[in-house]
């Protein structure tokens, strides 16, 4: 089972939602924790976060930091290519569903209250985790995922966020890949959104944590929403509109 790092509502209490959030490349849970942590303890106070370690070590500092990855990229970091990599990413989300299975089991809550999100690397498995699933988390938010439009079939369809910076226009994990993404999963009838943070590279800001926020409180309101009609029901499948977005 993967090693991770956790951290708990500032307020003590029991959480109303969850966030499972993955590293990208060459980072850790603990860093995770402690950066992602520390953005969004004002944002969610009632959330817990799981920060997983990624299954591949790649080092160690002098102080004992380890630094991770999520499957193998060293012989194209230079060049990354989008089909190698989606198949790397489609076998370690196999692990990966097992350690989301037992972070719901560990809080005892149902999967409409778990989001799943991540940076990078993080981000290419959170998208690919969160909609190879058999059954349907809250939702997805992927944060300059790489290699995302060759997903293939998905077998869940939750919402899905997909995020880049302006100042990434890389095809791979930039904002052109969220961009050709987001059409493919409107075609496919998902409810979804695409947003490019202006002035924002290739990192983890405050912006696109407050982001996260505001879609973890829409999409696991304190008191669920009541049934959408049918007309209702037909537009929420298009988008996401969480205030910000």
């Known amino acids: 089972m993967l090693r991770d790092t956790v951290v708990n509502p500032p307020n003590g209490q029991r959480p109303e939602q969850i966030i499972i959030f993955f ?18 303890s004002s944002e969610l106070p009632h959330t817990r976060i799981y920060c997983p370690d990624g299954p591949i070590k790649l080092g160690e500092d002098q102080h004992g930091n380890t630094y991770h990855s999520w499957f193998q990229v060293d012989d194209m970091l230079d060049n990354p290519d989008c089909d190698i990599i989606a198949g790397r990413a489609r076998q370690a989300a196999v692990d990966i569903q097992k350690y989301i299975d037992d972070v719901i089991k560990r809080e005892g ?54 995020l880049a910076g302006e100042n990434e226009n890389q095809g791979y994990s930039g904002h052109p890949m969220a961009k050709a993404t987001h059409a493919q999963l409107e075609q496919q009838g998902f409810r979804t959104d695409c947003v490019v943070l202006p002035n924002q590279g290739h990192s983890i800001t405050p912006e696109s944590m407050r982001l ?25 499948n298009q988008r996401i509109k969480p205030p910000g977005f």
Do not use: C, W
Not at 119 to 144: K, P
Not at 213 to 235: C, H, I, M, Y
């Open 23 to 40: 590293h990208g490349y060459g980072s850790s849970g603990a860093s995770m924790a402690n950066h992602v942590g520390n953005l969004l």
């Open 109 to 162: 809550m149902t999967e409409d209250r778990v989001i799943i999100a991540g940076f990078s690397q993080g981000g290419t498995m959170a998208f690919y985790a969160g909609l190879l699933r058999d059954t349907e988390v809250a939702g997805v938010y992927s944060l300059s995922g790489g290699a995302l439009d060759r997903l293939g079939t998905p077998t869940s369809k939750p919402p899905v966020a997909l």
């Open 212 to 236: 996260l926020g505001q879609l973890t409180r829409f999409l696991t309101p304190d008191t669920p929403r009541p049934p959408a009609t049918a007309s209702v029901q037909n537009k929420q």
